[in-house]
């Protein structure tokens, strides 16, 4: 079970929106520590999508954004295209015990 | 275009041990810090340690404390990840990634991956 909660799947139509949660508690997200979102495409790397909740990296389309609030986060992507089926993982830094990357444990977005 | 290639994966029984390394190239590597994340078949991602540019500070998941050790050879723009004592749950395609210059815990790029597989 992972420390932060994600569900395992998620759905839309093409040109959609979708968005994916992002849960955690008061030791990671909770305790101010920033969340990261990476695209995952199978048999491939992971791609960095979001950091620090909110920021694109160059190149990230703008249909990709990410917000945070308490102790969640939440990855929004609009007008879905049919290459956006993909993995989705947040991450952030946990505190517990002697401290530790977390990542949640991945949603699966398929594009209907 | 940085680039970062795993090698060192394969077969090997429970109770052995592994080295793995990863060449970089495109950035300065020395400038960096470097960290490894794995991913069990058909599972999520899991953190398994980091290493700042000097690698004088080292951090390890507690899944692996005690049997992997991270090093790196600035030199030679590589990065190792030492695996001992290992069981079947350490099987996973494991990932050099790049740590984001002015975000901690941020990977910005990540290499292919390497599949370590321990069975007997």
């Known amino acids: 079970q992972s420390v932060l909660t994600q569900p395992p799947s998620v759905s839309g139509a093409p040109g959609q929106k979708v968005t994916i949660s992002c849960i955690g508690s008061?030791?990671?997200?909770?305790?101010?520590?920033?969340v990261h979102w990476y695209q995952q495409f199978p048999g491939t790397a992971p791609k960095l999508l979001i950091y620090?909740?909110?920021n694109r990296p160059s190149g990230v389309p703008d249909r990709f954004s990410g917000s945070k609030s308490g102790t969640s986060a939440s990855l929004a992507i609009t007008g879905l295209q049919a290459e956006d089926e993909a993995d989705y993982y947040c991450?952030?830094?946990?505190?517990?015990?002697?401290?530790?990357?977390?990542f949640g444990g991945g949603t699966k977005l398929t594009v209907l | 275009e940085v680039q970062l290639v795993e090698s060192g994966g394969g077969l090997v029984q429970p109770g052995g041990s592994l080295r793995l390394s990863c060449a970089a190239s495109?950035?300065?590597?020395?400038?960096?810090?470097m960290t490894w994340v794995r991913q069990a078949p058909g599972k999520g991602l899991e953190w398994v340690s980091y290493?700042?540019?000097?690698?004088?500070?080292?951090y390890y998941a507690d899944s692996v404390k005690g049997r992997f050790t991270i090093s790196r050879d600035n030199a030679n723009n590589s990065l190792y990840l030492q695996m001992n004592s290992l069981s079947a749950e350490d099987t996973a395609v494991y990932y050099c990634?790049?740590?984001?210059?002015?975000?901690?815990?941020?990977?910005?790029?990540w290499g292919q991956g390497t599949l370590v597989t321990v069975s007997s």
């Open positions: 990634a790049r740590v984001h210059s002015q975000e901690l815990w941020v990977f910005d790029n």
């Open positions: 495109g950035f300065t590597f020395r400038s960096y810090e």
């Open positions: 290493i700042s540019s000097s690698g004088s500070h080292i």
């Open positions: 008061s030791s990671n997200i909770g305790e101010g520590y920033d």
């Open positions: 620090a909740n909110s």
């Open positions: 991450q952030s830094y946990d505190t517990r015990l002697s401290g530790s990357v977390v």
